[in-house]
């Protein structure tokens, strides 16, 4: 006798999540079930620079008191068996800059993609701002520093002084943006605030937005030596 099994998995958006999010989450994906000790394994993880931190209770890992004010990486995994001790459902959660991934597998289709939907959508609705700037920022990376190049020797050719520093200054800081992109710090896939700290205008934010205007200043400045010629 060979028990069938049903598994579900995908790659969901970029998400940003806090305390209560979590907790909300991690209680979502358990559900109402509440087998004893010996049907069922929970583990909540995170890396914190060499260390791994975990718990088998969400409750005792977001008391932890090595946990850092934002994590960056996250992972559940939820293992419950029947009473013949074989596997009945399994849930393992992935959140990191790498990817968010989640799969689910269980003997019960209708469960499976229950299951899978619920938990997807909870993190659909906690999508992060910034996914679609995520999406075309590598076309940036490609097209931005040719242009820049070239406007740089054009108003270095021209002696526009104004218009030159105004160039170079965007063109340093955008290196400095694609930098922290590589890193995962700029548009992270995940962000995950334990604290309540508001992350909407911190150093990265910042600086993205002094490119933007930085951009802006450069365009405008040269608009009035594109007329002239």
């Avoid at 910034?130 to 054009?154: D, E, G, N």
Wanted: net charge negative; with cysteine.
């Amino acid at each position: 006798f060979f028990m069938k099994r049903y598994t579900k998995y995908a790659t969901l958006s970029p998400c940003q999540l806090n305390r209560d999010s979590i907790v909300k989450l991690f209680e979502l994906i358990r559900g109402d079930h509440m087998p004893t000790m010996q049907e069922e394994h929970i583990e909540v993880s995170t890396q914190v620079g060499e260390m791994r931190l975990s718990s088998d209770s969400i409750a005792e890992f977001i008391s932890h008191p090595e946990l850092p004010d934002r994590l960056e990486d996250l992972a559940y995994e939820m293992m419950i068996w029947n009473e013949e001790g074989k596997m009945k459902k399994f849930v393992f959660l992935s959140l990191s800059n790498d990817a968010v991934w989640l799969r689910v597998d269980g003997n019960e289709p209708i469960w499976v993609n229950g299951k899978f939907t619920q938990i997807a959508d909870y993190l659909n609705s906690n999508r992060a701002w910034y996914v679609s700037w995520k999406r075309i920022f590598p076309m940036f990376q490609l097209v931005v520093p040719i242009i820049a190049i070239l406007a740089l020797w054009v108003f270095m050719r021209a002696g526009e002084a104004t218009q030159t520093f105004a160039t170079a200054l965007f063109f340093g800081l955008f290196l400095t943006d694609v930098y922290l992109f590589r890193k995962g710090k700029l548009f992270p896939t995940i962000d995950i605030d334990m604290i309540g700290k508001s992350k909407l205008l911190d150093g990265q934010t910042m600086l993205l937005i002094l490119t933007i205007v930085t951009f802006t200043a450069a365009v405008i400045t040269s608009v009035p030596l594109f007329f002239h010629y």
